[in-house]
């Protein structure tokens, strides 16, 4: 299985990731080669080029597309690539072939040389950009390419974007930056204008349900079923096929439309959201804050037990910590929220297409008599209005509204169309 094959429903990125990937393998084994006959004593031989004379590797790239449209699949599969060891290589072989050594722990996150950076707060800083810059200038321990993914360049703070755009403009000679952004107007100008930027679509749900069942091993029904409701989304997707949980959240969102006949219902259904949301931040901290506060007290000598005494001068580390978990937990709501306004919107959105008498399949299918309910009572100038409320409670969470005041100010909208 080649690194590309699960980077679905992207055939003119793969393809330039393709090229790039055997423009970067010529180069690093024209390298090795001029290397080895200097100490030879041999002549140099000349270096490949592609028929254009050109070549098709860069330093620095930025992926951008729509949540879920694979972009750090899409990057990590190029980082397995550039770190290709397949002997098919010298026979003509495309480096990228999914079995090697430095595909397979490029592709699970243990190479040595390919760092993969994800956040689970709300941005990142500074202090781990500079982290990252640091060892962006380190030569590669034993693969061929430095190879730095950062999955979450939107969430650089413009403190940390003004850290990375150095590394970005003037890197070391054999590292390589992919970066991961919804839009390219979520990275900073200067950084983007340095960047090769690759486009990726929302996957075709045909494509999304294939994958499902050829890599998830999901039942074809339940794999197209959780492809439709989810619009392409590949990470949502398996979620909703593979998690009852998620279902059963879902499943309660959809209600809400026919919950909010008056105010004290589009008050009620509100506090449900946040609640849920609330639910899954504190499911989370159960799963890993405890886990990190004991090996953290471990590591600093404390006594064993939650309520062992610590040493002296390490309460500031400790506290750090907890400032960290805060955040993620205030990440974990906001993003489980989102979730469920993206699941409205795909509700009033069928609505929409049943009022216009289009010939879309509607996501939502399994609450088709609730669409069809809705539908009929209202016009399709109220859905787009409704739909514009949701947008606008998304848009107050980003800009850090309270959440319970958003969401309640969104189902009195939805309520009054």
């Known amino acids: 299985m080649a690194v590309w094959d699960d980077v679905v429903g992207q055939d003119r990125v793969t393809a330039q990731l393709a090229a790039a990937a055997r423009d970067a393998d010529a180069l690093v084994t024209a390298e090795h080669a001029t290397e080895g006959a200097r100490l030879g004593g041999q002549p140099r031989p000349e270096p490949s080029a592609d028929r254009s004379g050109t070549s098709q590797m860069t330093h620095a790239w930025l992926f951008t597309g729509p949540p879920g449209s694979g972009r750090s699949t899409a ?24 079995f090697c050594d430095g595909c397979h722990t490029a592709l699970v996150g243990t190479h040595a040389d390919v760092e993969i950076v994800r956040t689970d707060l709300l941005s990142i800083g500074v202090k781990e950009t500079r982290d990252l810059v640091r060892r962006s200038s380190l030569s590669p321990a034993g693969g061929r390419w430095q190879v730095i993914v950062l999955e979450d360049a939107d969430r650089l703070t413009e403190g940390a974007g003004n850290v990375l755009l150095k590394a970005v403009e003037e890197p070391a000679p054999r590292t390589v930056w992919l970066l991961c952004a919804p839009s390219i107007e979520d990275v900073l100008p200067t950084i983007r204008s340095r960047c090769r930027h690759l486009s990726l679509r929302t996957p075709p749900v045909d494509a999304v349900a294939d994958v499902l069942v050829r890599r998830d091993g999901i039942e074809p029904e339940a794999a197209a079923r959780a492809a439709r409701a989810t619009q392409g989304h590949i990470g949502r997707a398996r979620r909703l096929a593979t998690d009852e949980r998620a279902r059963a959240r879902r499943a309660a969102v959809l209600k809400l439309p026919l919950r909010i006949d008056d105010i004290g219902g589009c008050l009620k259904a ?16 159960e799963e890993i804050d405890t886990k ?3 090996e953290l007290r471990a590591a600093l000598g404390a006594a064993a037990g939650t309520g062992g005494r610590l040493p002296r001068g390490t309460a500031g580390v400790m506290k750090e910590l907890q400032d960290k978990q805060k955040r993620r937990a205030t990440r974990t709501q906001r993003d489980s929220l989102d979730l469920a ?21 509607i996501a939502n299918d399994e609450v088709r008599d609730s669409v069809q309910r809705v539908a009929a009572g209202s016009t399709p100038e109220r859905t787009l209005r409704r739909i514009e409320a949701v947008i606008a409670c998304r848009e107050a969470l980003d800009r850090n509204v309270a959440p319970l005041l958003a969401v309640e100010a969104m189902t009195a909208s939805l309520r009054a169309g």
Do not use: H, N, W
């Open 270 to 285: 509100a506090q449900e959201l946040i609640d849920a949301a609330g639910e899954d931040a504190k499911q989370v901290a």
């Open 341 to 361: 306004l993206v699941d409205l919107t795909g509700f009033y959105r069928d609505v929409l297409a049943l009022q216009m008498g289009a010939s879309v399949p």
């Open 75 to 98: 990057a990590r599969a190029f980082a397995a690539a550039l770190q290709c060891v397949s002997p098919d290589r010298a026979l003509g072989g495309a480096p990228g072939c999914g």
């Open 292 to 294: 990190e506060t004991e």
